[in-house]
């Protein structure tokens, strides 16, 4: 899937820049809007999913760069959802930025080497969050959070998955 583009509006001549895409993975539709609005307003292209089965469809239609994904989700919970992600050798990693009011959740995002954001949160903090994991996470060179398994090769980026 190719990557959402736009004109970088520089004197200097005609061009584009991509554009990150963003999956946001948020049952609360006022706090879904919000991340959407802020992350639109930033520059990335957003989509939104309610919940993690919904969010399942959307990965390979979108193609997301990056998830924001919060904890308590209905059905199956943010956590089980990002471990599905890093279980199945058929996805390419794609880095996970959580969102929770659980203010006990730093030693499980330590735990799984992601950055959470404590709800509420200032927009500020939203938009750190997400260009520091990006930077972390450059395109084309995904890092995965779990190690290859034997015979494993977690090659390419989630661009390239069909």
């Known amino acids: 899937m190719e990557r959402a583009e736009k004109d970088s509006g520089s004197a200097g001549g005609a061009g ?7 999956l ?5 539709d006022s706090m879904a809007q919000l991340l959407k609005l802020h992350l639109s307003n930033a520059g990335y292209v957003v989509t ?14 979108f193609a997301p760069d990056l998830i924001i994904l919060d904890v308590n989700l209905p ?3 943010g956590l089980e959802f990002a471990a599905t992600l ?13 969102i929770t009011s659980d203010e006990n959740f730093a030693p499980e995002a330590e735990r799984l080497g992601a950055d959470f954001i ?8 939203l938009l750190e969050s997400v260009a520091r994991t990006i ?15 034997p015979g494993e090769q977690r090659t390419g980026s989630h661009q390239n998955a069909a």
């Open 24 to 28: 946001v993975v948020e049952d609360d």
């Open 118 to 125: 404590l709800k509420p949160f200032p927009k500020a903090r």
């Open 135 to 149: 930077a972390a996470y450059p395109m084309g060179t995904p890092k995965p959070l779990r190690k290859a398994r």
């Open 48 to 61: 939104i999913a309610n919940d993690a089965i919904a969010a399942g469809y959307r990965l390979f239609k």
């Open 16 to 22: 584009s820049i991509p554009r990150l895409n963003i």
């Open 75 to 77: 059905y199956i919970n």
């Open 86 to 98: 890093q279980a199945d050798t058929k996805i390419p990693h794609i880095p996970i930025v959580f």
